[in-house]
T-cell receptor, first 111, second 112 residues
Framework: EAQVTQNPRYLITVTGKKLTVTCSQN?????MSWYRQDPGLGLRQIYY???????DKGDVPEGYKVSRKEKRNFPLILESPSPNQTSLYFC??????????FGPGTRLTVT | GDSVTQMEGPVTLSEEAFLTINCTYT??????LFWYVQYPGEGLQLLLK?????DKGSNKGFEATYRKETTSFHLEKGSVQVSDSAVYFC???????????FGQGTTLQVKP
């Protein structure tokens, strides 16, 4: 089944404790991206990757890191999470950015 | 900078009513425009898209026309169903980049 998977789906952590949210796609897509969704703000793009080893900042990259060492994986790293990073996170992939397939989301709470 | 503005929700309609969700944008160049839908507890799904002025995107009875003169991409459906209840997001992709900019989303509730 073609899909984008994210892990974990739910995470509660404390301020400053490094964490990684994994994202994997099995559709051989070139493009991958991370978004956060907050009430009243819609989705905001954090980082995106047009291809392996190529990543670019979206609108809200501060406090996040990504890497694209292989085509199928695009992990999101929070080196020192803070409460304002409490949010619902979505990974997406597509052959291009024109049509993106979204994962099920990861709900992160930072206390 | 580039931006997308959607009408505020929630929008509450009775089954079989006509739906319009307004979306306007600000962008340099020639963006591509999209509507995504998010059903409760799920990720977003692409509903329809238009890549140039006067294009009409359509899917599942929904339509939207790319109007460059009014910088709009309003979503319409002639007869909504309870199963259309969801959050709808308008988005634009700026030319030659991978950046996708979303509106704040509009919640649609359809009552039987």
């Amino acid at each position: 089944e073609a899909q984008v998977t994210q892990n974990p789906r739910y995470l509660i952590t404390v301020t400053g404790k490094k964490l990684t949210v994994t994202c994997s796609q099995n559709m051989n897509h070139e493009y991958m991206s991370w978004y956060r969704q907050d009430p009243g703000l819609g989705l905001r793009q954090i980082y995106y990757s047009m291809n392996v080893e190529v990543t670019d900042k979206g609108d809200v990259p501060e406090g996040y890191k990504v890497s694209r060492k292989e085509k199928r994986n695009f992990p999101l790293i929070l080196e020192s999470p803070s409460p304002n990073q409490t949010s619902l996170y979505f990974c997406a992939s597509g052959q291009t950015s024109y049509e993106q397939y979204f994962g099920p989301g990861t709900r992160l709470t930072v206390t | 900078g580039d931006s997308v503005t959607q009408m505020e929700g929630p929008v509450t309609l009775s089954e079989e009513a006509f739906l319009t969700i307004n979306c306007t944008y600000t962008a340099t160049g020639y963006p591509s425009l999209f509507w995504y839908v998010q059903y409760p507890g799920e990720g977003l799904q692409l509903l329809l898209k238009a890549t140039k002025a006067d294009d009409k995107g359509s899917n599942k009875g929904f339509e939207a026309t790319y109007r460059k003169e009014t910088t709009s991409f309003h979503l319409e459906k002639g007869s909504v169903q309870v199963s259309d209840s969801a959050v709808y997001f308008c988005a634009l992709r700026t030319s030659n980049t991978g950046k996708l900019i979303f509106g704040q989303g509009t919640t649609l509730q359809v009552k039987p």
